[in-house]
């Protein structure tokens, strides 16, 4: 809690507070990097599990780079987000709820990674994924609707 | 604006602007089509600008059901939202910006398609597209793009 207070009390916290074009700034960054971050999962879970079979397996993993660059723009506009409110946010029910599930969908995509990587890419060559990595790919769409609902929920809480 | 008044007095309205889990259900579900459409329109407005060449410009097609669903859920869920405070949201030029910017990108996919298609069948793989469509898919991108810091800034903006 302690520690909550001093971040809501930084420069940076109070920066945010008093230029008014700066948190609509970071939530509007928040959203363009949402789009890329779970439009790019979204593409790559649902071509696994067979959409768009015309467009190669192999390239649409390729398409995590846009994912990573999502991920770098949340995490910085988030972290600005939550030193705003700190002691709010830090203690918010639907906060924690969604950083558990954020891990959750960590672990399941080194999953999903683990599994590309000891096939040595013959399934994604293939394009016949394992029942297993299928179940990952259905396992993350869960955990990043569960990270996009708990954090819009945050505000309601 | 007396239908405005009427519409956000119906019980949908209300039910929208005064039950617990309305309003913020709504929003989640908006936030999840936006994902939809934007990740896959997006994607299609960069292969057409030329980033990643390896997906076959033809196939790009079969992502358009996901833009679809994407945008009929916005539609619904942002209709809904909006009765529940009709008049606010009529009055609010972002909002009217952000409608905008919605026919802008919606006339411009519609164009996109037909010219992308037809020069990706024609041309056979890997289809290289023209100057004047890939002027198409950069005014796309801006026009999404900015509907979303639109859409994000109606509650901090007259």
């Known amino acids: ?157 | 604006m007396a239908f405005l008044e009427w519409l956000q007095g119906t019980w949908v309205g209300q039910l929208v602007a005064t039950s617990l889990w309305g309003y913020p259900l709504l929003e989640t579900i908006h936030s999840l089509g936006m994902a939809m459409l934007i990740g896959s329109l997006g994607l299609i407005n960069l292969r057409v600008l030329g980033v990643k060449r390896d997906l076959p410009m033809l196939g790009m097609r079969q992502l358009l059901p996901l833009a679809w669903l994407g945008f009929t859920l916005n539609a619904i869920s942002g209709t809904l939202l909006f009765t529940s405070d009709a008049v606010y949201f009529f009055e609010s030029y972002t909002f009217r910006i952000k409608m905008v910017l919605i026919v802008l990108g919606g006339l411009n996919a519609a164009l996109l398609g037909q010219r992308v298609f037809r020069e990706a069948a024609a041309g056979g793989a890997p289809a290289s597209p023209t100057a004047g469509t890939k002027w198409i898919a950069a005014t796309s991108l801006v026009f999404w793009f900015g509907a979303v810091i639109a859409g994000r800034l109606i509650a901090y903006t007259p």
Do not use: Q
């Not at chain 1, 768009?52 to 910085?76: C, D, E, Q, T, Y």
């Not at chain 1, 960590?106 to 029942?131: C, K």
């Open chain 1, 1 to 157: 809690m302690e520690f909550l207070v001093w971040l809501e009390n930084t420069g940076i916290a109070n920066a945010i507070r008093t230029i008014p074009w700066l948190y609509p700034t970071f939530e509007t960054g928040h959203y363009i990097g949402l789009s890329l971050l779970v439009g790019g999962i979204l593409l790559i879970d649902l071509r696994v599990l067979g959409m768009a079979r015309a467009l190669p397996l192999k390239s649409m993993i390729g398409l995590l780079p846009f994912v990573w660059a999502g991920f770098i723009i949340n995490v910085l506009t988030g972290s600005m987000l939550f030193i705003y409110g700190a002691t709010n946010f830090g203690t918010n029910g639907a906060f924690l709820l969604k950083m558990g599930f954020m891990v959750l969908a960590g672990l399941n995509a080194l999953a999903f990674d683990v599994a590309v990587r000891r096939s040595g890419g013959v399934w994604v060559a293939a394009d016949r994924p394992p029942a297993l990595v299928k179940g990952f790919a259905t396992l993350s769409l869960v955990f990043w609707i569960c990270v996009v609902t708990t954090g819009r929920w945050m505000a309601y809480l």
